[in-house]
């Protein structure tokens, strides 16, 4: 009954805080993934100082999560074609006849799938309404979304009133410098959109480079099974992104195996593969590189696994999850957590297997202690998209002493406690 109750609490609140930039954001995401029109879409990224390069597309997308992208500008790429069909994507190049095969990105498309997204935007980023203003001449909604975190990125969307559609969307970093900028323009809206124009004049290319991958796992003793060894899951996460699907790619010959992380906005991906040639026993090698859009990207390579990790966020925080690959740990602070909680191994490697961070599962056995309730009632708020925080919060639970519990967790080693 008080679980009940808890949950009630948390739906009233959530329903009845809805403002109206939450509103908008929501139709702007419905449109996303249910819209069909043809566009040209033009992408700004500042390079250097006082430069930029510029990406001009024809775009065709339907409602049913097909498209059709063809590169008209830079010249470098100019008639490059990407052919989704919401299965598989190909892209063509016409200059090398190169012909790349992989899977579609995961879409939102449920409406469960469109309330978890809400959530952890709602929890992760500060959604306020700024105004209206027009973009190519179509009337728009302005809403700001501004990142908690002190890594992330910020967002500016242009809603189009008439469509829901977003017509520009403006990222910058912490410091307000402009990473990237989208914007649609000669926009036509179509109630079903004429099959002429999903169909790609792919021609069959002289060389063709497939690069296959399975449908989205989110299990990760299921991954680890298919791809044939034990994966380096994260200890802990950059705060407020959680795990999301799991995919293996074979590539080369390498079973190459991606773990997918999402805050609501912005991704996070881990790949992770044997290493061609065995390294000397303790051999360790970090590169890191952040690039003109904001995302950074780190190489990390250990005696006989390479990884490569890839995400909008700073470089600092990517180097500290990447860190966070220390498998050698991972054994000792579960061992912890089950000590403190008086929990079995066999639980905490089952919500391991979900992708949960050491930080966020003895954040949630915390609050059933506190509070009385099952770890499977506890878990059940988190699975709908609720952070441990705000389940401390609604529950009026103390999350001070928590932060400091997981901080020695974090930094102490866990046999002295």
């Not at 566009?39 to 597309?57: F, K, S």
């Not at 497939?210 to 950059?238: C, K, M, V, Y």
């Not at 881990?270 to 190489?299: C, K, N, W």
């Amino acid at each position: 009954m008080l679980f009940t109750a808890a949950l009630l609490i948390l739906t009233i609140d959530c329903s009845a805080a809805e403002t109206l930039a939450i509103k908008i954001l929501r139709r702007s995401l419905n449109a996303e993934c249910h819209l069909s029109y043809v566009a040209h879409e033009t992408q700004v990224v500042p390079v250097g100082i006082g430069g930029q390069t510029i990406v001009r597309d024809w775009i065709a997308r339907s409602g049913g999560g097909s498209s059709i992208t063809r590169c008209l500008c830079p010249s470098q790429c100019q008639g490059n074609i990407s052919d989704d069909d919401g299965h598989w994507l190909r892209v063509y190049n016409p200059h090398t006849h190169h012909l790349t095969i992989t899977r579609s990105a995961a879409k939102c498309f449920s409406p469960h799938e469109m309330v978890l997204m809400i959530r952890r935007i709602s929890e992760n980023y500060a959604v306020q309404y700024a105004g209206t203003s027009r973009a190519p001449g179509r009337l728009c909604d302005v809403i700001s979304l501004i990142p908690y975190s002190h890594y992330a990125h910020s967002r500016t969307i242009w809603v189009d009133r008439a469509t829901g559609l977003p017509i520009w969307v403006q990222e910058n970093d912490r410091q307000g410098h402009l990473l990237e900028l989208t914007k649609l323009s000669l926009l036509h809206f179509y109630q079903r959109l004429p099959a002429k124009y999903l169909i790609a004049s792919i021609p069959k290319p002289n060389r063709k480079a497939t690069i296959a991958s399975d449908p989205p796992i989110h299990h990760l003793d299921q991954l680890q099974q298919a791809a044939g060894f034990s994966l380096s899951i994260p200890l802990w996460l950059p705060k407020g992104f959680e795990f999301d699907y799991g995919e293996l790619f074979h590539m080369s010959g390498k079973v190459v195996a991606c773990l997918r992380y999402n805050d609501g906005l912005s991704g996070i991906s881990i790949y992770e593969t044997y290493a061609r040639q065995r390294r000397p026993l303790g051999y360790h090698q970090l590169l890191f590189t952040s690039m003109p859009d904001g995302e950074a990207r780190v190489e990390s390579y250990d005696s006989n696994r390479d990884f490569n990790l890839i995400g909008p966020i700073g470089v600092g925080a990517l180097i500290r999850l990447a860190e966070a690959l220390d498998s050698s740990r991972g054994r000792a602070i579960a061992t912890s957590i089950c000590s403190e909680f008086r929990v079995s191994l066999k639980r905490i490697d089952g919500l391991r297997n979900r992708g949960i961070g050491f930080d966020t599962i003895a954040a949630l056995l915390e609050i059933c202690r506190e509070c009385h309730h099952t770890l499977h009632q506890v878990l059940g708020l988190y699975y709908s998209g609720y952070n441990w925080e705000h389940i401390a919060l609604r529950l009026h639970i103390e999350s001070y002493h928590i932060h400091q519990w997981l901080r020695l967790l974090k930094n102490g080693p866990p046999s002295d406690r």
